[in-house]
């Protein structure tokens, strides 16, 4: 029997009150900030409460690399919390809200599938709370204010030519990524110049959201951005604008970590929203921290594999917040190992131990990666139903034969019950192996020698080469002084190399730097490296076309 559609599985749920989600974790009605009857925010005064509890154990879902077969990272996060709580644990999630960008776009939603979601997915698939837009109208508040500035006399003595600071939307507009803005003479457009759009998910004001403890370290990050360079070359931050205030008012909303719930019940916090292609891709340190302090459990989740989201969750979020991950899972299916081995992707469906056993290279990688950290691994394979035994157990065979944990997962389409395997396989790994996390490198290293770090260990490449105004921008970032800060790449999701056409992980390539941007705010150094664009485009048939709501109020389409 075919199963029912995610939206439609959603809509048919038998859901809890959001007030009965609360006091699973020790909150009460009073505590809560409501959004309608399923979501509602938790203040910031409210979790401190909570500040001398122990920490719970963190588990940290990560994935192979991306492909178009799918690996159901999110849907296996939420299975896996929604597993845990079938044995009776108490367990709770952490995830990032997803941008309207890829919902409309290629890839849909990210509230998980079947029968392991979270709840209510229409809303965090779209509007949510609003953190996204409070996010996308602060940034472009700080825009306004340096356009204005530059218009206004200009005292700062601003180089119209080196504002770097862009224009944000949370939409996929490919025809906004460069653009002439200030037309019109002085007193009706400003004065003329290039800028561009970022997907506001892409922002380093979200960054700086997911990575801020409280409103004073907004405050203090948000007032070190650098938005834009003099004429004689200094760099200009935002606090000088003198609009931080009105930032962070528009921020009071967005910092208050947002709780929902699976569709079995356990609570969730799905706060911050960076992309991981581009920004740190994890959500909040608010969020994660606390629900460490309320939960025995906390799953979390990097964005895209483990060579983006989870690199930079142990290089950059566990820097920052101090968190120490338990155990590492690294999700992967059958498919998806297949297209890395070079079958073609109408053709995975079909049995094939050949193409399967090459794309095993892949899963080594990032099972290698993750082992650099010191963290313990444990191999999720998420069945599809065109999987036959013998692949299934090939791969079993093939991760005993790498000394890690396996388990099939099901979660798709048997929620929490497909899931109860996987959970005993982390809870063992909990118990048996301990964690020794450590990051990869000092952020004390020059600038080329951190970058070729994450390039050579990460990557596997030989080295990097330096083209267009990277090799500019570094000695910039350097003579300012911001050079001790932590290395977020800019990468394509859809190879480990920076090619988006290469599967598998290949050896004996070079990776390209071609401009590096600093987020001193966020506290960390993005190099873009080739072809990545800041902003997605739309495909040729985007996923928004076949979205609907009726005149009834039920939805279609959304995924």
């Known amino acids: ?56 154990k963190l588990i940290f879902v990560t994935a192979i690399t991306a492909t178009k077969a799918g690996e159901g990272k999110t849907v296996t996060s ?47 698939d779209l509007h949510f709370t609003g953190d996204i837009h409070a996010v996308g109208t602060a940034h472009n508040l700080l825009s306004a204010l340096v356009e204005n500035h530059v218009t206004k006399k200009n005292p700062l003595n601003i180089d119209p030519t080196r504002i770097v600071l862009r224009k944000v939307m949370d939409m996929n507009a490919r025809e906004l990524r460069n653009i002439v803005v ?64 009105a930032m962070c008012l528009l921020l009071k909303d967005a910092i208050m970590p947002n709780l929902c719930q699976t569709l079995e019940g356990q609570p969730a916090f799905i706060h911050g929203a960076p992309f991981a292609n581009i920004a740190h ?56 190992l297949k297209m890395h081995g070079g079958m073609d992707e109408d053709d995975i469906g079909t049995p094939n131990l050949e193409y399967l056993e090459k794309g095993f290279a ?15 691994v444990v191999v ?22 790498m000394a890690v944990r396996s388990a099939h997962s099901t979660v798709f389409a048997e929620g929490g019950k497909g899931g109860i395997e996987l959970a005993k396989t982390v809870l063992e790994c909990l118990e048996k192996e301990k964690s020794n996390f450590h990051v990869l490198y000092d952020e004390k290293l020059p600038i080329k020698k951190k970058i070729e770090t994450i390039a050579k260990e990460i990557y596997g490449a030989d ?24 290395i977020c790449m800019a990468k394509t999701q859809l190879s480990i190399t920076d090619d988006p056409k290469v599967k598998g992980a290949p050896k ?39 979205i609907n709501i009726d005149d009834k109020g039920y939805i279609t389409g959304l995924n």
């Open 182 to 245: 200030g037309l019109g003479g002085r007193s009706e457009g400003g004065v003329p110049h290039e800028s561009g759009f970022d997907i506001t998910v892409a922002s380093e004001i979200m960054a700086i959201l997911a990575l801020s403890k409280d409103m004073a370290d907004l405050r203090q990050r948000l007032s070190k951005v650098v938005v834009a360079y003099t004429y004689d070359n200094k760099p200009v931050t935002a606090d000088k604008l003198k609009g931080i205030g």
């Open 380 to 401: 999720a394979l998420n069945r599809f139903p065109t999987d036959s035994d013998e692949e299934l157990a090939l791969c079993k065979k093939h991760c005993d034969k």
């Open 1 to 56: 029997m075919a199963m029912k559609p995610d939206i439609e599985i959603a809509q048919a749920a038998k859901v809890q009150h959001i007030e009965e989600i609360a006091k699973k974790v020790g909150l009460s009605r009073d505590d809560l900030e409501f959004y309608g009857k399923y979501k509602a925010k938790v203040p910031l005064d409210v979790l401190k409460r909570f500040d001398k509890n122990k920490d719970g």
């Open 281 to 336: 891709g994890n959500s909040s340190i608010i969020a994660t921290k606390y629900a460490l302090k309320m939960a025995d459990y906390v799953i979390t989740e990097g964005g895209f594999a483990a060579d983006l989201g989870g690199e930079k969750f142990y290089d950059i979020v566990c820097r920052t917040a101090g968190l120490k991950p338990d155990v590492a899972v690294l999700v992967s299916s059958v498919r998806a």
């Open 463 to 486: 080295g990097v080469v330096y083209t267009g105004s990277a090799p500019g921008d570094i000695a910039a970032i350097e003579k300012a002084g911001n050079d001790k800060l932590p």
């Open 508 to 546: 004996g390539w070079v990776l390209t730097v071609r401009e590096v941007r600093l987020s001193a705010g966020a506290g960390f150094i993005v190099p873009l490296t080739g072809k990545m664009m800041t902003i997605p485009g739309l495909p040729t048939v985007p996923v928004a076309e076949r």
């Open 362 to 376: 892949n899963l080594d990688k990032h099972i290698e990666n993750m082992k650099k950290f010191g963290v313990p």
């Open 78 to 124: 939420i299975g896996l919390c929604q597993g845990m709580g079938q044995l009776g644990k108490k367990v709770m999630l952490s995830l990032r809200e997803p941008s309207l960008g890829p919902t409309f776009g290629i890839k849909g939603g990210a509230t998980g599938g079947g029968y392991s979601q979270v709840y209510p997915m229409w809303d965090i």
